[in-house]
């Protein structure tokens, strides 16, 4: 199995600080608005390798942090007249939903930046006297000269760094390329009390301070956007290992951005589509193969037209999967698991994984119109399509159920005691209405239950209906 380190720009053989064993830090969201489409893909791609390498039999240990006070969130709450915390709790739960509507597993450990004061200070503490960083009027900052080997991730050197390092207003650097760890408190700010004097920290030391308490040195994967490489995970490198005099992360993974119009999808570019706008209009798992039909380290470009043909795929997928069993006893297909396997250990190669699930689709189709044995085939695509976490929606209606009684008793149908029947009702009732030439109202009734995310289907057996 290979992995692309960017740390080295490179391929690399991927192995374990322990065998069996993977802990993976991930840089979750600054919290100070929604999440746009961009955020969904990191959250993603992640996922999916947390997935594949669980199913390739590790235990796998996953964080993925909440920054939730930095100068962004300070800002955002200042124009909104709310408190930091208020904004940065209702961003989160938002960005929470979202990645979970994604079919993003919860991760194991979710850390936030404003319960980690304290190990913040004590790595700053530390930097300090190893002679690292300094304090400067309620500020303290990392000397970047005094890390020889600042730049190897990114690929910058210091001397081409000089040139365009300046000192912000307010800032009270020794040298333009040092960077904050602490900054003293201002007026309507966030603040703790610090032995620098009250103040918050600056954003890389918060990365730095949770992803070494919870997984410790030399932890296995940390993941991010490539937006992240300069300065954040430069930064958390050379804190990180000038505190501790240890390697600090393996393998650097990045994926590659969301673009849209050219531009890479970011507030600051004022180039957004809202994640949960897009989830609401095509659908969370046509947004989820969206993503994987790019390779992670790729930038993509955002467009409606592939994620409506994403979200006609997936009806296929479930039409296909609807075909078969729902209890499935016979082995998965081995050329099958096999070739996804063989696609998904060269760094997590999704395009090529996605490809493999649809082959099975084509397969199982026609060994099912030949009169053929199909059963191999639907536990293949189970077993990939449950690591790339393309996931059907479940069949249950009970959120729908006053939604579905009150379409019923519009069209003067009883509803039902379930949701479920009240469905039925409404295909009954459809019935009739066919039976009598009623088109109107049978298509009526069809379209009402699409909006609800109900989809009928004629056969010969007559209406059947599944979830969108």
């Known amino acids: 199995m290979k992995v692309f380190n960017t740390l080295g720009r490179r391929y690399e053989e991927f192995t374990t600080r322990e065998s069996g064993k993977v802990a993976i830090y991930l840089c979750g969201p600054t919290v100070q608005s929604d999440p746009h489409v961009g955020h969904g893909r990191a959250a993603v791609a992640f996922d999916v390798i947390r997935r594949y390498l669980q199913w390739r039999g590790n235990e796998v240990t996953f964080v993925q942090n909440v920054t939730d006070v930095e100068d962004k969130i300070i800002a955002a709450a200042q124009e909104r007249n709310v408190p930091v915390e208020d904004l940065a709790r209702e961003m989160t739960d938002r960005f929470q939903a979202a990645y979970r509507a994604l079919g993003a597993l919860v991760p194991d450990v979710e850390p936030r930046a404003t319960e980690h004061i304290a190990e913040m200070q004590r790595m700053i503490t530390i930097l300090i006297e190893r002679g690292h960083a300094y304090e400067s009027d309620g500020d303290v900052y990392f000397i970047v000269r005094s890390f020889p080997r600042y730049g190897e991730l990114s690929g910058h050197r210091i001397d081409e760094l000089i040139s365009g390092a300046r000192v ?268 009598e030439r009623d088109w109107a109202t049978a298509d009526s009734v069809r379209e009402r239950l699409d909006d609800l995310g109900v989809v009928l289907e004629d056969t010969a057996d007559g209406a059947r209906w599944h979830r969108r």
């Open 168 to 435: 912000e207003p307010g800032e009270r650097k020794r040298d333009p390329l040092d960077f904050a760890l602490w900054k003293a408190a201002k007026p309507g700010e966030p603040r703790w009390d610090s032995p620098w004097g009250p103040g918050r920290p600056g954003w890389h030391i918060e990365c730095s301070a949770m992803s070494v308490k919870y997984l410790g040195n030399g932890f296995d994967i940390h993941g991010g956007g490539t937006d992240l490489i300069f300065p954040h995970h430069e930064n958390e490198i050379a804190q990180s290992e000038g505190a501790t005099g240890q390697r600090f992360a393996r393998y650097w993974l990045h994926n590659g951005m969301v673009n849209l119009g050219g531009e890479k999808m970011a507030k600051s570019t004022g180039q957004v589509i809202g994640l949960e706008e897009a989830i609401d209009r095509f659908t969370p798992m046509a947004i989820r193969l969206f993503y994987l039909r790019a390779h992670y380290r790729t930038p993509q470009e955002y467009s409606e037209a592939l994620l409506a043909d994403a979200k006609a795929s997936v009806e296929r997928l479930w039409t296909f999967r609807r075909r078969g069993p729902d209890e499935l006893s016979a082995e998965p297909d081995e050329a099958a698991i096999e070739r996804f396997q063989e696609a998904m250990d060269d760094d997590f190669n999704t395009p090529e994984a996605v490809g493999v699930l649809f082959d099975t689709v084509r397969e199982g189709n026609r060994r099912i119109d030949a009169g053929e044995e199909a059963g191999p085939i639907f536990s293949a695509f189970d077993e990939i399509a449950g690591v790339l976490g393309l996931i059907p929606p479940p069949e249950s209606l009970d959120e729908l159920k006053m939604n579905l009684a009150a379409l019923a008793e519009e069209l003067g149908v009883g509803p039902g005691a379930t949701a479920e029947e009240t469905v039925e009702r409404l295909i009954d009732a459809r019935r009739v209405a066919r039976d």
